[in-house]
């Protein structure tokens, strides 16, 4: 029997590195990316421990499912980053104004 490739290992890489180049918009994108690669490399882990024999990209599930752990850690931190520079500078209000007087310096 000819060895096949796991099903989402190539959609999960896909997500892991989208995750990646995302995780600088408030880190909310690349948790979201990074737990759905991680779910699908799960899924697809499962599906290899059953069969190991008929898969072939094990390697490439591996690597996938480290980039998204890190995906999602770096997410983690960000969102974490985020949540503590609006609140060290009053909240989200305080927030708003310094970002509406920011953009009337900038108009000037």
Do not use: H, R
């Not at 999602?72 to 969102?79: A, D, N, P």
């Amino acid at each position: 029997m000819e060895q096949q490739k796991l099903p989402n290992v190539t959609l999960a890489l896909v997500l892991a590195i989208l995750g990646f180049v995302c995780c600088c918009l408030g880190g909310l994108p690349g948790i979201i990316l990074g737990g759905i690669a991680l779910f699908l490399t799960s899924k697809d882990e499962k599906t290899y421990q059953a069969n190991p024999q008929d898969y072939s990209n094990y390697s490439t599930l591996k690597t996938t499912k480290t980039v998204s752990i890190i995906v999602l850690v770096i997410g983690v931190l960000y969102l974490a980053y985020s949540i503590y520079g609006v609140m060290s500078i009053g909240g989200w209000d305080a927030y708003m104004e310094q970002v509406q007087m920011m953009s009337e310096q900038f108009s000037q």
